[in-house]
């Protein structure tokens, strides 16, 4: 069993900037990979940016070039910073954690990009 929990969402102005937090515990062995997602009412949950354990990194191609992923093992917590944030990016962001033929999911923040 693996439980997430995340912090860090909030309202923000476009064009401004913040940091999510996703701390991990329990058997957290046999991960090999975390993420973020994000959704919208009515819409699809989206990938946002993943990580694996070698330090591979992947992003959608809308939040190339200003979310960052990145994590701490000492830690076990993954972040996602995210920069240049625009109305678009709206959303509850999940935190996801994946092991082989299991995944678990944080409980989910509201990131609101308006002026």
């Known amino acids: 069993q693996v439980q997430l929990v995340q912090s860090g969402g909030g309202l923000v102005q476009p064009g401004g900037s913040l940091r999510l937090s996703c701390a991990a515990s329990?058997?957290?062995?046999?991960?090999?990979?975390m993420g973020w997602y994000r959704q919208t009412p009515g819409k699809q949950r989206e990938l946002v940016a993943t990580?694996?354990?070698?330090?591979?990194?992947n992003y959608a191609n809308s939040v190339k070039g200003r979310f960052t992923i990145s994590g701490d093992n000492a830690k076990k917590t993954v972040y996602l910073q995210m920069d240049s944030l625009k109305p678009e990016d709206t959303a509850v962001y999940y935190c996801?954690?994946?092991?082989?033929?299991?995944?678990?999911w944080g409980q989910g923040t509201q990131v609101t990009v308006s002026s």
């Open positions: 996801h954690a994946a092991q082989i033929r299991t995944g678990y």
């Open positions: 329990g058997n957290i062995a046999n991960i090999y990979t």
């Open positions: 990580i694996s354990s070698p330090g591979t990194v």
